[in-house]
């Protein structure tokens, strides 16, 4: 779990901040998506936690090397808790069985990861639901597709990957 945070954590460093937005561009949710698929809602929902915790305690892996809570990106990193969470019992489901319904499960994540960052960023700013929209999601759709379909592609890899790891 503590290194499924870290890639968490080390795939958020790849970030672009955007001068239009509070919300940079970053590989985050890929990594997130990936783990959930890979590891499962438990497994993966506890290692999103441990980021989410230890990053709040002052652990500055969040984009741009940022720690804490009060800032206007922060709902995305709750979600991503949720995220991972539902990614990894659709994926358990049999929603990971080929790479469209893979890619499916994976923008049902990013939807949880919107939702939820959407809404703080709102209420960070204080700005409306259009705007919020506007700020928090439109920018990341094109990158969030490229990084859906990636995530299913390599999928089959983390599993092995993980079973590898898994093995004593």
């Given at each position: 779990m503590v290194s499924s945070a870290g890639l968490v954590g080390i795939a958020a460093q790849a970030a672009i901040p955007l001068p239009f937005t509070p919300v940079p561009l970053s590989l985050a949710t890929f990594a997130v998506l990936l783990i959930?698929?890979?590891?499962?809602?438990?497994?993966?929902?506890?290692?999103?936690?441990?980021?989410?915790?230890?990053?709040?305690?002052?652990?500055?892996?969040?984009s741009d090397q940022g720690s804490g809570w009060n800032f206007p990106s922060f709902g995305?990193?709750?979600?991503?808790?949720?995220?991972a969470v539902l990614v990894g019992a659709l994926a358990r489901r049999g929603g990971d069985r080929t790479v469209l319904r893979t890619a499916g499960l994976m923008v049902l994540g990013n939807l949880a990861i919107y939702g939820v960052g959407v809404l703080w960023l709102m209420?960070?700013?204080?700005?409306?639901?259009l705007e919020g929209l506007g700020l928090g999601v439109a920018p990341f759709l094109i990158g969030d597709v490229l990084k859906v379909l990636l995530a299913a592609g390599l999928l089959p890899g983390a599993w092995r990957l993980v079973e590898r790891i898994g093995r004593p």
């Open positions: 959930g698929a890979a590891l499962g809602p438990v497994r993966g929902g506890l290692s999103m936690m441990v980021y989410l915790l230890v990053g709040m305690a002052g652990m500055p892996w969040f995305y990193v709750v979600g991503f808790v949720l995220a209420g960070s700013i204080d700005v409306g639901l």
